[in-house]
């Protein structure tokens, strides 16, 4: 792996409680690594596997999935929907012998920046230490 390596991480993170997360994190300043490209959408449980899969493909190093807190969905169940398709992904990883450790779901809250800041540090660690995504492109600069 080269030192100089950058992991790159697509974040599908929910309107009400991630994406206010990432807000809070940066009006309040605290400091994270710029490796994710967030996309902001209505839900954790409107992101779909074949999204998942996609930006794996498309280069992506990891896919962060963000939602609100079990019980505290603004849509009632929608996190609970993305648990259940992160667990059919990481099935499906195992048994293609892919690295399910590549997508990590988790609840941040949009009080929690810190919590945020602290995920996206802890994220872009074990993808540097991973190393390039094997199932994505070449990268392109």
Known sequence: ???????KIVGFFCNWCTAAAADLAGTSRIQYPANVRPIRVMCSGSVDASYVIKALL???????????????CHYVNGNYKARRRV???????????????????????????????????????????????????????
């Open 58 to 72: 498309e280069g992506a190093d990891g896919v962060l999935i963000g939602g609100c807190h079990p019980g505290d």
């Open 1 to 7: 792996m080269s030192e100089n390596f950058e992991p």
């Open 87 to 141: 667990a059919l992904l990481n099935s499906i990883f195992n048994t293609l012998k892919l690295d399910p450790e590549r997508v990590w779901l988790r609840w941040i809250s949009a009080s929690e920046g810190l919590r945020f800041a602290k995920v996206i540090r802890q994220m872009t660690e074990e993808l540097s230490q991973k190393g390039p995504n094997p199932m994505g492109k070449s990268p392109q600069t």
